[in-house]
């Protein structure tokens, strides 16, 4: 009998530790429910605005790319000032109106490197300076070149350390970048100028080690033997 009533007496409370256990996550949840309400909203927030952000920047893309076919074959022939203009009369947005709406977007990064070069090509170099500066591209070579256009600005404006910096990045990013001898040149130019022969003397070398089939390495020899003269 007496063990019986140790048996009843434990179940007992084991349900009352279940019970006081039930009531005190009721307790904290009736204290935070507001808290718990919260944070529940800003997660869906979140998740809502997330969506919204990208689904949001894939429309404004394809708007960019339309927008950039239209107005490309103005800055293929060379037309700059109206590349970056525009032709509201067809219809036709320029690419500093399309930075201006969709500069977030791949193809407003785009537009963005375009808008860079027609500056450069009409002298307004400090505007390109700051086009180039802004535009993110994905795709490794027009990175390169987009490198490459910050150290062609700064060479133009006579800062040629500036411009060895930056062509010496271009050119050493990725050895298959056709356009990588050129820029190791460029470099080896500009190091040159500011005083920095050794500096150029070794990218010389490296144009024709690494690039010994390309132009800037048919043309190596002689700058080094005027940079050893």
Known sequence: MLKKQKELAQRVKKQDDLITTYEN????????????TNIGIAIAVLIAGGWFYINNNRTNNEKAAAEFAKVFSYYDNGQYQ??????????????????????????????????????????????????????????EILENSRIAGI??????????????????KAGKANVNDPNAAEYLANAARNHARSGNKEQAIELYKLIKKEHSSSAAARDAERYLDELRG
């Open 82 to 139: 109206l590349a970056i203009n525009g032709l509201p009369e067809k219809n036709v947005r320029g690419l500093l109106a399309i930075v201006s709406d969709y500069g977030s977007t791949q193809y407003g990064n785009l537009s963005q490197f375009y808008l860079a070069n027609s500056y450069f090509n009409t002298g307004e170099y400090d505007k390109a300076l700051e086009a180039y500066e802004d535009a993110s591209l994905d795709a």
């Open 151 to 168: 150290a062609a600005c700064y060479e133009v404006k006579g800062d040629n350390a500036g411009a060895a910096k930056y062509f010496e």
């Open 25 to 36: 996550a009721l307790s904290w949840y009736e204290t935070n429910k507001k808290l718990l």
